[in-house]
């Protein structure tokens, strides 16, 4: 195929396709509306993307009005770099600024009518692409059709919005590399980059690799022989220079995030070598299941049915369509390598969400088969039905043993395909390109009805609902907020697995005016990171480094946490935190039909349901000052719980060269190891360092004899019980030997006189289960139960994306107790196989000696506290040398000032804010400012001079030859 830049009237194919999209966006977003929905995603959307972009505008509208940039937040999790979130979401997104054109009070509409917006975007790019070739309309509307209609865009229009952008990018940069290819001017390619290299780092990335490939691809299938090699090389050279520059300005601070993110040094792919079994079983269907949610490791595809056919046609004429056939066959190969996906993933986890840059030939493929269906002879005809029906026969194969009906429409589809094609051969239908074109539409349509439809999975159900948006802004904490003073600055929390709102997960809050300790953003502190892996917060993940501290009360108290919002019928209701009273509850209400009693007596024996608000008086100060600190050596000494329960007593510096004059920390702890047993069921006691787990029946007690002493408890009276982990490796069995051992427990426990056991039956059954769960992997829980609840230690599953994490050590904080501690807890792993556990029990006692050290920090707390844009500041006064330290996030971009001259800040307790100061009275100010921003502010005027200097020279050039 020619790409040809000869003017083509396209008044009427760009009409055609606004008639086409009205359809096509009915489908896909109608049905929600139908069904009382939002296209609002209750978990990155409701979290991330609508709050964010509100938040954004606001923060525009107010920079146009007072013209000064705020550079950090407080509002978000402990406070963090204003930019680092919003290059990640919204900064360089141009359809964020369309709702500068709504009130603010509208967001919801506008968030929603953006993405409608983006997606009209994604079909007219492919349109504007596919009208350089000689294709006619009709069939472009089919490109545009399965290039807009897929299981990757029908997810990421509502879930994750700015990831169609991309769709609209690609298609442009492919435009301009040929215009540059062909001779023709390079300026619209850097216009095409710039934009690429504004909009998202990360997808950035995946367009620069497939614009590389797509480059190479080209001249080596096509222009390898006509190519002038100097003069084009210049020109992508200057476009690749030219958009480099102008974007320095986002880019240059963009990288410094990344690499100062909680994302580098994760493991490479999971730790993954091959995807399991499953993933190969079930990625030929992945194809043409249009309306599928679940991705297997973002492996998407879902294209219409046709797609198929098409893909048939080209490979049997490979030497016709050399680019496509390599580009596709190399996306396949890449497709079933795991170390690939990682790769385009920033050498994370496996994500194949580069899969956004294969769309492109799939349509065109489509659009290939389709201009070329009346001239299609009986052979080509005969090879595609015969592949089809092998096909036909893999995905019937696929739904016996996946017992999956939602492939049962796609293939209705594939087979009235493939009849039109043998129809329009015969010449039995009148206008066959419209015939295809309904058939595509029809497909296209059915699939994004499917996909949002309520019944046929849990997507619909998990789009928040008309209002449910302000309804959970405005409820978040139960109403109980609504009282609260927003100064002097205190942080809140809630309690872990404990929902106020019902249904999805609240991490960020940016919405109610209080501080929440929890936040899910793509780009964390890194630092964050260090402090919460040293002190073993089970709870800790890359994009979420804190959310409820696990619930320990010294962690909680460091962090500033004041109140606490806890749901009395929700998970963990109890396990309250020590030093935290209840200040505050909603009216009563009584849900008849759960946790009520079985036999009540009176109305007085009904359990009520309300939402708490619990508050404490021993919540660390934000910057508070220590004149003892704690040595590296000291420190890495110590255990988990010690080095959380030190941070009342010491304070640890980066720097040892900051602590003349500050003495060391006398460390009286007061954490208590216990001895402990692990006790099976069966009985026997089992050595947790070679605990094999062959019966999934075989529960544990985790004993605790020192328990039983009556002076042991009065000695512990008032303490937070913790398990330190320090290493948790779980082996799988293979298959054969996990299927072996459930068939011996079945045996086991088939009791019964007569009892026979259908040995065949029961062997498949086990291992069409093992394959469909992606046996055996790397993934467990272990579940300790006591009276506050089930805490559990959870290694996610390789598949897990974003949200992965490798466990190899870990502290479950179990409660505190302000009474009796119990001498037993229940020890369940979840699955089978060899586990190699080191771990110790401990009793952190928290007492007068923690009171007292708390409310010492809190007298020496920084006085006249004020906070300005991007800045706090205020004054104390020492007797002595020491550290003023913080819960404030640590950053190179933070400079202070002691009586107004610089000082050097300093890291101090792994990830935090704070300065080394004399004795004496002191004013101090702390400032922020967004690191690389100058850097990349000079880098993009030199751009911008070299740019202009540039077009003079073009424009001069230009006339000259005219």
């Known amino acids: 195929m020619d790409f040809s830049f000869k003017k083509r009237h396209v008044k009427r194919l760009y009409c055609e396709y606004t008639i086409l999209f009205v359809f096509l966006a009915a489908c896909i977003f109608g049905t929600y509306l139908v069904t009382g929905h939002t296209f609002i995603l209750s978990k990155d959307a409701l979290n991330q993307h609508l709050p964010l972009l509100a938040n954004y505008r606001e923060a525009l509208i107010n920079f146009f009005h007072h013209p000064h940039l705020n550079f950090w937040s407080w509002q978000m999790g402990l406070g963090s770099d204003t930019f680092q979130v919003y290059s990640y979401y919204t900064i360089g997104d141009v359809f964020a600024y369309l709702a500068l054109l709504f009130p603010a009070a509208k967001m919801t509409l506008a968030y929603q009518v953006i993405n409608i917006i983006r997606m009209y975007c994604v079909g007219l790019a492919f349109v504007y692409f596919a ?77 620069g690799i497939g614009s590389v490939l797509y480059l190479i691809l080209r001249v080596a299938t096509h222009y390898r022989q006509t190519l002038d090699y100097g003069r084009t090389l210049l ?59 679940y991705f297997m490791f973002w492996s998407a595809l879902g294209i219409v049915s046709i797609g198929f056919i098409a893909l048939v046609y080209i490979y049997s004429r490979p030497r016709k369509y050399p680019l496509i056939s390599i ?13 690939v996906g990682a790769f385009f993933n920033g050498m994370m986890s496996a994500s194949n969400r580069w899969t956004l840059l294969i769309y492109l030939p799939l349509a065109m493929a489509i659009c290939i088969l389709a201009e070329n269906i009346p001239t299609l002879d009986h ?54 390109y419209r015939w295809l074109l309904g058939i595509v539409m029809l497909n296209a349509g059915f699939n994004a ?18 209002g449910e948006y302000q309804a959970i802004a405005a409820n978040r904490y139960g109403s109980l907020d609504k009282d609260l003073a927003k100064s002097p600055f205190y942080r809140v929390s809630t309690i872990s697995q404990n929902k106020i709102i019902d249904g999805p997960n609240l991490d960020n809050d940016l919405t109610s ?49 004041k109140y606490l919002f806890v749901q009395s019928d929700g998970d963990n209701a109890t396990k309250i935190p020590a030093g935290y009273f209840l200040d505050k509850a909603t009216d009563p209400v009584i849900n008849y039909d759960k946790n009520q009693p079985s036999n009540p007596k009176s109305k007085d024996d009904f359990v009520p349901t309300q939402t708490m608000r619990y508050k404490t008086d021993y919540a660390f100060p934000l910057l508070y000052w220590q004149d003892s600190y704690i040595s590296k050596h000291t420190y890495h000494s110590l255990s988990p719980t010690e080095k959380e329960r030190a941070l009342a007593t010491g304070v640890l510096v980066n720097s040892k060269k900051e602590l003349k004059g500050i003495k060391a920390a006398k460390l009286n702890l007061q954490v208590y190891p216990l001895k402990s047993e692990l006790i099976s069921n069966r009985l026997n006691k089992v050595n947790p360092a070679k605990l094999k787990y062959t019966d999934s029946e075989e529960t544990y007690q985790l004993q605790l004899p020192e328990l039983q002493s009556k002076k042991m408890q009065k000695k512990l009276e008032g303490s937070e019980l913790h398990i330190e982990f320090a290493k948790i490796k779980y082996t799988p069995f293979s298959m054969d030997d996990q299927i072996k051992y459930e068939e011996a427990h079945l045996k086991e426990t088939s009791t019964n006189p007569g009892s026979v056991i259908n040995q065949r039956y029961t062997h498949y059954r086990y291992w069409r289960y093992h394959v469909l769960n992606g046996s055996p992997d790397i993934s467990f829980k272990l579940n300790v139960n006591s009276k506050f609840g089930t805490s559990t230690i959870e290694q996610a599953r390789q598949s897990t994306l974003s949200l992965f994490k490798h466990v190899t050590n870990s502290t479950l904080n179990i409660g505190y107790y302000d009474g009796k501690l119990s001498s037993a807890l229940t020890f369940q792993p979840s699955k089978l196989g060899t586990y190699q556990l080191k771990y110790r029990v401990v009793a952190e006692k928290l007492d007068n000696n923690y009171y007292h050290e708390v409310k010492a920090l809190q007298q020496h707390q920084l006085r006249d506290v004020k906070f300005k844009r991007n800045q706090v500041s205020g004054q104390i006064t020492t007797s002595r040398a020491g550290v003023l330290t913080s819960s404030i996030p640590y950053s190179s971009g933070w400079t202070v000032k002691v009586n107004r001259k610089p000082a050097s800040t300093l890291r101090t307790n792994q990830a935090f804010l704070g300065v080394y100061l004399p004795a004496g009275t002191h004013h101090i100010t702390f400032s922020y400012q967004l690191p690389g921003l100058k850097t990349g502010a000079i880098i993009s005027l030199i751009g911008l001079a070299w740019t202009l200097a540039a077009a003079v020279i073009t424009s001069i050039w230009i006339k000259k030859i005219k």
Request: aromatic letters at 16%.
């Open 379 to 432: 052979h080509t005809l005969a090879i595609l039905s015969w592949a089809t029906g092998i096909y036909l026969v893999i995905l019937i194969a696929t739904f016996f043993f996946e017992n999956e009906d939602d492939i049962f429409m796609p293939v209705i589809f594939l087979i009235g395909s493939l009849m039109a094609i043998w129809m329009i051969h015969f010449h039995k239908v009148n206008h066959p």
């Open 131 to 207: 009208q350089h070739f000689k294709f006619r309309n009709s069939v472009i509307l089919i490109g545009t059709t399965a290039y807009l209609v897929n299981s990757f865009l029908l997810y990421a229009c509502v879930a994750q919005p700015f990831f169609t952008t991309p769709f609209i990018i690609f298609p442009l940069i492919i435009v301009q590399i040929e215009r540059v290819l062909q001779g023709g001017s390079a300026w619209p390619l850097a216009g095409a980059f710039t934009w690429m290299l504004i909009s998202n780092y990360y997808l950035a990335y995946v367009l």
């Open 513 to 561: 005016g209080l501080h929440n300790i929890d936040s899910y953003y793509s780009l964390q502190n890194k630092y964050l990171g260090l402090f919460n892996t040293s002190l073993q917060n089970n709870q800790y993940q890359a994009n979420i480094p804190i959310r409820q501290a696990d619930d320990r009360t010294v962690m909680d108290n460091f962090l500033g946490v």
């Open 449 to 466: 009805i499917y996909a949002a439809f309520p019944y046929n999975g849990d997507f619909s159900s998990r789009m928040l609902s008309r």
């Open 327 to 339: 580009s596709l066959g190399l996306a396949l190969i890449m497709l079933l390598i795991p170390a």
């Open 235 to 293: 020109k992508l050279a200057f476009a690749t220079i030219t958009s480099i520059l102008l974007s320095a300005i986002l880019l240059v601070p963009e990288i410094i995030a990344v690499t100062n993110s909680t994302r580098t040094g994760s493991l490479f792919a999971n730790g993954l070598k091959t995807y399991p079994l499953y993933y190969y079983l079930f990625l030929p269907k992945s194809l043409i299941n249009g309306g599928q949610w």
